[in-house]
């Protein structure tokens, strides 16, 4: 990152100046023509990393903390991303009644989501 970005800013210009106006969103708009995305909002892709985020595990409370956001009701948006989860946790939870104890489960089950 360091050597396409300034130390106090992600993205400048070729001689290491701040951007000037809204050359940014112009590189993004030539991007997102050139790969044929042209629906695509620079703010689709700050929706598209929370929804990632979320997917990962991340809480509330984290999604909150990574866009500023003050509200709850702000932050859920994001939270349909673990809603397709529903199905994957009732067949754990199948699976800990079957065997009795989280000790005799499959590794699988005990190890999901942990790296």
């Known amino acids: 990152m360091y050597e396409y970005a300034g130390k106090d800013r992600l993205f400048i210009s070729r001689d290491g100046s701040p951007l000037r ?3 940014l969103y112009q590189a993004f708009v ?3 023509t050139k790969v044929g995305l042209d629906d695509l909002t620079f703010h689709d892709l ?3 990393g929370q929804t990632l985020a979320a997917q990962t595990g991340a809480t509330l409370a984290d999604l ?3 866009l500023g956001h003050s ?3 702000a ?3 994001y939270l349909h991303a673990v809603d397709g989860r529903d199905r994957e946790i009732a067949k754990a939870l ?3 009644a079957a065997h009795g104890d989280v000790a ?3 590794r699988r089950i005990t190890t999901h989501g942990q790296s």
């Open 30 to 32: 030539r991007a997102r």
């Open 64 to 66: 909150m903390k990574r």
């Open 21 to 23: 106006g809204d050359s």
């Open 71 to 73: 509200s709850m009701a």
């Open 94 to 96: 199948s699976e800990l």
């Open 46 to 48: 700050r929706h598209t």
């Open 104 to 106: 005799r489960l499959p």
């Open 75 to 77: 932050v859920r948006r």
